[in-house]
């Protein structure tokens, strides 16, 4: 069996809105927004990964 390498790595970046506005000392928050990584390998295996900035 070979190793498996990573090929490809890819950040999509998303906004989510929310169910109800929230009120900050900052200003509204209308909407989260998310990072998603998306990992290949060489042998096509996708992997993906979630993070909140």
Do not use: F, K, Y
Request: aromatic letters at 2%.
């Amino acid at each position: 069996m070979s190793r498996q390498r990573i090929e490809r790595l890819r950040v999509h970046v998303v906004n989510v809105p929310v169910q109800a506005v929230h009120s900050h000392g900052s200003g509204d928050v209308r909407s989260v927004n998310s990072a998603i990584l998306e990992i290949v390998t060489n042998g096509g295996l996708t992997g993906w990964g979630e993070a909140s900035p």
